[in-house]
């Protein structure tokens, strides 16, 4: 595995070398692109590393009444310890605190875990839930933002151009008349640490003071060639009572949660158990 390795100190001297390289890719925490190249080396590579560029937007959080911004460096551990998501984005601490082991949390980046697109990408299938923007930055300094589920295109397939990057992540804040947050990331593996999910469910319910659900996101990660927003389960919950759901109605959400999935069999579970454990891990969220 031999390649270049350039590293820029700002942003300005980030974009003049996107402009100057012809065969590069970005670095952030490199947890997933050092075992990418290890398979398959890529001769005359140039890898930009970006854990060197001091830019408060690309590694700060910013927060204002609309929501949360996230820089796309921020690392996994970051994303655990600050308490703002704690405590109105549990699913996307949740999410950050369950990936590989505490090693790894240091140096991998949410970043990275979008732009690696992988159907299974934890902070990614929180992020869906939260209904997230990607802010992309071109080598010109120009900026664009996209939902989030059009930034993923396929297995390990993102809407990045060859010459842009991700430069930050906005999560909208709760809606109006939020009284509570029923917000978790649920995670089915074959061991608790070091592994990627074989399914996982993530979702962000809102309710307002009398318990009624006002705004619900819910997305299936591992079950598809691409993380999905379930749509049609979001808006069977609106209106319904969070604690009053009927077993009739738990079985009719699920149902549609699962009919987002499309999974594999590989070597890690089959498609059945996949869809198994989706449909039943989606009805429990009410217990
Ligand atoms: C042992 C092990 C266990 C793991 N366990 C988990 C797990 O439990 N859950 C999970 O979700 N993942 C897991 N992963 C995968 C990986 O750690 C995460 O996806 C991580 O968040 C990747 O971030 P990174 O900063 O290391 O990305 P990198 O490896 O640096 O980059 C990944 C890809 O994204 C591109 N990229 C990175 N940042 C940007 C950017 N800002 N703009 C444009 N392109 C960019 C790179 O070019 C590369 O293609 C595991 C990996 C290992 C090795």
Redesign the pocket.
């Known amino acids: 595995m031999e390649f270049n390795i350039i590293n820029p100190k700002t942003k300005s001297e980030l974009l003049k070398t996107i402009r100057k390289e012809k065969h590069f890719?970005?670095?952030?925490?490199?947890?997933?692109?050092?075992?990418?190249l290890k398979k398959n080396s890529d001769e005359g590579l140039t890898?930009?590393n970006?854990?060197q560029v001091k830019d408060a937007q690309?590694n700060g959080v910013k927060k204002s009444a609309k929501g949360i911004r996230l820089g796309?460096?921020l690392?996994?551990h970051q994303i655990v310890m600050n308490e703002d998501i704690k405590n109105n984005f549990p699913v996307l601490h949740e999410?950050a605190l369950?990936?590989?082991?505490t090693q790894?949390?240091q140096?991998?980046?949410?970043?990275?875990?979008?732009?690696?697109?992988?159907p299974?990408?934890?902070?990614?299938?929180a992020l869906v839930t939260l209904e997230a923007d990607c802010e992309?930055?071109g080598a010109n300094g120009k900026a664009r933002t996209i939902p989030i589920t059009d930034f993923f295109t396929g297995v390990?397939k993102?809407a990045?151009k060859k010459n842009?990057?991700?430069?930050g992540i906005f999560i909208p804040s709760k809606k109006k008349k939020v009284k509570n947050i029923t917000s978790r990331f649920i995670?089915i593996?074959a061991r608790r640490?070091?592994?990627?999910?074989v399914v996982s469910l993530a979702y962000h319910i809102q309710t307002d003071e009398t318990g009624k659900i006002i705004h619900a996101g819910v997305a299936i990660?591992a079950s598809a060639p691409t993380i999905r927003f379930a749509k049609s389960a979001c808006g069977f919950l609106i209106g319904k009572k969070f604690k009053n759901i009927s077993q009739r109605e738990k079985e009719e959400f699920a149902g549609k949660v699962l009919s987002y999935a499309s999974p594999i069999t590989d070597i890690r579970a089959t498609a059945w158990y996949r869809k198994e454990v989706l449909f039943n891990i989606s009805k429990a969220i009410f217990e």
């Open positions: 890719r970005f670095g952030a925490g490199c947890t997933d692109l050092l075992m990418e890898v930009i970006l854990s690309f796309a460096m690392t996994a999410a369950s990936l590989a082991s790894i949390r140096v991998a980046t949410i970043g990275g875990n979008l732009c690696t697109a992988s299974s990408g934890d902070m990614a299938c992309i930055l390990r993102t990045l842009e990057v991700l430069y995670k593996g640490s070091m592994e990627c999910s990660g």
